[in-house]
Structures are given as C-alpha cells and as structure tokens.
C-alpha cells in the first residue's frame, strides 16, 4: 500500500499529503496543525475529533481520523509525559463522568502514583472506529499497560487491536463485561443479582418488571429473570423495557410502560441511574414507591442514598476494582480474572413492601 494510502472499512482513500508536510514529519513528530493542515480543517476541529467531542459531521471526523493514522499522530502532550518514564499505564473509558467510572479512574491513579508509575486516563467515546485509532496512537508511545473499562460487547473490533499490543510485549487489562480473553477485573453480579432477586421475591410481589440497557447490562437482566424462573415466574412473562443509559429515557419509558400496563408492582433496573429514572416517573404519576410498585437498582452510587425514598441496590467496590486492575496491569503473570463481591443494601424502596 503507499504511503499516505488509509483503509476504513474496506474503502481506500488516497490521501495527497503536501511536501511541505512529508518534509516536516520526516524530521520530527507529526503535530496537531500537520493534521488540520493535511485535512483541510482548522485545528480546533482537529482537536475536537480526536478527543472525542461532539458536533462533528461524521464524514469530517473519518476523514480526521484517516489523516490521522495516515501520518502516524500522536499527541505530544502524552508523548512528552511519557519520556523519563520507565512504567506508564493508559486507562482507557468511555465517558468518566460515570460515578463507576471516575470512581475506577480515581483509584487506578492513586494506586498508580504509590507505585511510581504514571497513569493517565484517556476517554475514547463510544464509537468504534475513533476507538481503534486512540488505541493504536497509544501504542506507539510504548505505555506497560492499558486498562479498558468495557461497556459495550466490541470485542471483535478493538479487541484485535488490543491483541496487536499485547503481541509487542504490553500487558492489557479489561474491567466489567464482556469476556475479552484478556485478564479481567468484575463484580460478581450472578451472585448479588440472586441475592436482590430472593429480596425482592420475598416482598410477595409476582408481577415484576425489568429496565435495562441495549447491551451491556444484560448479563444482569438475564441473570434476574434465571432468579424469577426459580419461584415459579416464567421468564416470558417479565416485561423488558429497553433504554439507553440515561435516567430521562428510563423515565420516559416507564411513564409509557405503566400507562400501557397496570399489572405490574415490582421493577428492577439493571444499574442505579435507570432505577432513579424509574423512580422520577413513578413519583410523577402518583405511584406510591414501594406500597404500590417497589424498585431496586444496581451499582450504589451516591444518589441512589439521597433518593426519596432512598433506593435499594446492590453495592459494589469500585475502587477496590481499579486497585486490582492497576495490581494486574503492572503483574507480570497475572490472574485470568479477578471477580469481587457485592453487598445488597436494602433502603426504603423496597423495605415495608407488601
């Protein structure tokens, strides 16, 4: 293939690269203005692509990041960091504004900085291919270790890439789901889900409900309905709502749902932002949490304490998992997995239900 030649997706496109550029790179590392000259944008846009931020048609934001991996890009604020060191690890996210998240983040640093290494959070976004191309940027500045926090199944896709890495002597470690081959940090939610499960049964309620995600949560969907099954619920039975991770479309939806359906007076939502979700319709629509429906959540973050009532959910150590993903990112020979406990902390949406 020639130089300045990039394949997306099965399409070339052939990238006339100015000679003003090829003799700059050819003497030193690319820069941000190469990238915004060579692609006939302003560099603020340039920026804006590669990290990720919004506003940004996607025909512009392929041909970026085409030009990008076309002239070997890399930022030099990360290249900088990086010299002197002798261990640095990438976590990579897709949004750290997520309290599980920042919650990992946070202590993947702290953690880091005790053992002398730097450590650096990089957010990549949720689309693929601007993923692929952050990842194969950070491997050319040669970190120890990168530490994805997964939250969608796009293994195939980045998980090669990954590969690529850990094939030049890099070590890479995943936290959460899906399995990714890789050695992995989670929570074990087969065992905390049950544990909600046989609480809620325990309410006397039959006619549960489930709010969930598109995906990266349905290990948790599944395994509550395995739990109902086991009373005596048949699982075809359960309405599943679908939304994304968001507590308004959580809200909206429940709003249609119990419009739709009167039966219904127990709903689990898969993580704590959609139960709130759930909860901010119910209120509105003069449902009585927990006499008429009781609502439980997932994950424990600091507002589902606040909640009116507060929320029953499941806890779970977020910084003990960044810790055991840092431990396993700078470990030679590490575990395959490590899968830590949660804890079921009943609040005022369920207790006194029924």
Excluded: W
Aim: charged letters at 20%; glycine letters at 8%; aromatic letters at 2%.
């Amino acid at each position: 293939m020639a130089p300045g030649t990039v394949v997306h997706e099965g399409e070339s496109v052939r990238l006339e690269l100015r000679k003003e550029v090829l003799a700059v790179t050819a003497s030193r590392p690319v820069t941000l203005a190469d990238v915004a000259r060579v692609a006939g944008v302003s560099t603020s846009t340039t920026s804006r692509v590669l990290n990720g931020g919004a506003n940004v048609s996607a025909s512009l934001r392929l041909r970026v990041l085409a030009v990008a991996d076309a002239l070997g890009y890399v930022s030099n604020m990360a290249a900088q960091a990086l010299r002197g060191r002798r261990r640095a690890v990438f976590t990579l996210v897709p949004d750290a504004r997520t309290f599980p998240i920042a919650a990992q983040a946070a202590s993947i640093e702290e953690a880091a900085r005790a053992e002398g290494v730097l450590a650096s959070v990089v957010m990549i976004g949720r689309d693929t291919t601007a993923r692929v191309s952050r990842i194969q940027a950070l491997r050319t500045l040669k970190p120890h270790a990168i530490i994805v926090s997964y939250t969608e199944p796009e293994v195939a896709t980045v998980g090669a890439e990954l590969q690529r890495f850990v094939d030049e002597g890099g070590h890479v470690v995943t936290m959460g789901e899906p399995k990714t081959g890789f050695p992995r940090v989670c929570h074990d939610d087969q065992t905390t889900v049950r544990l909600l499960g046989e609480h809620l049964l325990g309410l006397g309620r039959r006619r549960p409900a489930i709010v969930t995600d598109h995906g990266a949560l349905r290990h948790r969907q599944e395994a509550m309905l395995a739990c109902f099954a086991d009373h005596g619920i048949d699982p075809a039975t359960v309405p599943v709502v679908t939304v994304e991770r968001d507590s308004i479309q959580a809200s909206q939806a429940t709003r249609r749902f119990i419009t739709a359906s009167d039966s219904c007076d127990l709903i689990y939502a898969t993580n704590d932002v959609l139960a709130l979700g759930v909860m901010d319709a119910l209120t509105e629509m003069g449902v009585r949490i927990p006499e008429d429906i009781a609502v439980a959540g997932h994950d424990d973050i600091p507002l589902s304490r606040d909640a009116t009532p507060g929320l029953t959910t499941v806890a779970l150590d977020f910084a003990a998992a960044g810790r055991a993903a840092l431990a396993m990112a700078l470990d030679d020979d590490p575990p395959a997995i490590t899968c830590l406990a949660g804890r079921l902390v009943i609040r005022g949406s369920t207790a006194g239900a029924g």
